[in-house]
């Protein structure tokens, strides 16, 4: 799955706008259609580099009057917590921030390969 996949159009649009307004300052013609092409650009170096592209999901509150905010994973079998301390934790117990951002990065990178496999690659 590429970066393009992931970005919906309300949100490409909203990209191609900012790159438009920022770039068409310096560029005498700089379009909306220009623009696209330099947000495409972006974004396929960025998955060429082994960036990936993600829309995070939106908080949840804590059931149970707990405080704090969750996340579920897409089945709802990994559930993600985030005290109001900070703290991350699920059912295996507490996450460091960059342990979390690892752990992700992780599961991305696997997604990935098994993407690459189906495809032949």
Same mark, same amino acid.
């Given at each position: 799955m590429s970066a393009r996949d992931v970005i919906s159009s309300r949100d490409y649009a909203a990209l191609s706008e900012s790159v438009r307004d920022a770039l068409g300052r310096c560029a005498v013609g700089f379009d909306r259609y220009h623009a696209d092409h330099a947000v495409d650009a972006v974004l396929d170096g960025l998955d060429y580099l082994g960036y990936?592209?993600?829309?995070?999901?939106?908080?949840? =509150?804590?059931?149970? !009057? %707990? #405080?704090?905010?969750?996340?579920?994973?897409?089945?709802?079998?990994?559930?993600?917590?985030?005290?109001?301390?900070?703290?991350?934790?699920?059912?295996?117990? =507490?996450?460091?921030? !960059? %342990? #979390?951002r690892a752990n992700a990065a992780a599961f991305l990178a696997a997604a990935r390969h098994a993407e690459a496999g189906e495809r032949g690659e």
């Open positions: 990936a592209v993600v829309k995070l999901p939106e908080p949840e =509150e804590s059931p149970d !009057g %707990e #405080s704090g905010v969750m996340f579920h994973g897409r089945d709802s079998a990994m559930v993600i917590f985030v005290d109001d301390d900070g703290r991350i934790w699920d059912s295996d117990g =507490e996450w460091t921030r !960059g %342990e #979390s």
